[in-house]
Structures are given as C-alpha cells and as structure tokens.
C-alpha cells in the first residue's frame, strides 16, 4: 500500500480518514507471469494498480493479437 498511497499523493493531497477509506478498498494480489487479468468480452469490475512488472494490452482479431497499449511499473 506504501507505493499505492505514494503516487497518489504525488497527484493530489489525501488525508488520513479518506486515505484509509481508499486502502479498505484495495488489497494486495500477485499474478503469474503470462496471467491473464480480464479476459477479451468481459466488462471489469477491478481497478489494478501495477507495484512491480509489465502489463500488455492486446486484442485478439480471431488471427493475431493486436497490441493497444504496454505499461511499465516505475
């Protein structure tokens, strides 16, 4: 949560009561490498925030998985 509240207070200045409201609604979760997080069609009810590692964003056209976007954690 360090790096969550971090770059959140690089953005905007949060007291300690909404910051815990913020904090209750996050916890902590890993994924293999290779996992994916939401699958194609699906409508996401998650918000993820990348602590360490590389996220692809791709669409699948039936023939080749088009790239839309990369991310790298800081």
Not at 6 to 13: E, T, V, Y
Not at 53 to 70: A, W
């Amino acid at each position: 949560m360090d790096s969550l509240r971090a770059f959140l207070n690089d953005k905007i200045r949060i007291d300690q009561e909404d910051w815990q409201h913020i904090a209750d609604s996050f916890h902590y979760e890993e994924e293999a490498k290779n996992a994916i997080l939401t699958n194609q069609g699906s409508i996401e009810n998650r918000l993820y925030f990348l602590v360490e590692g590389v996220v692809h964003l791709y669409h699948d056209d039936g023939e080749k998985d088009i790239t839309i976007n990369g991310l790298l954690s800081r």
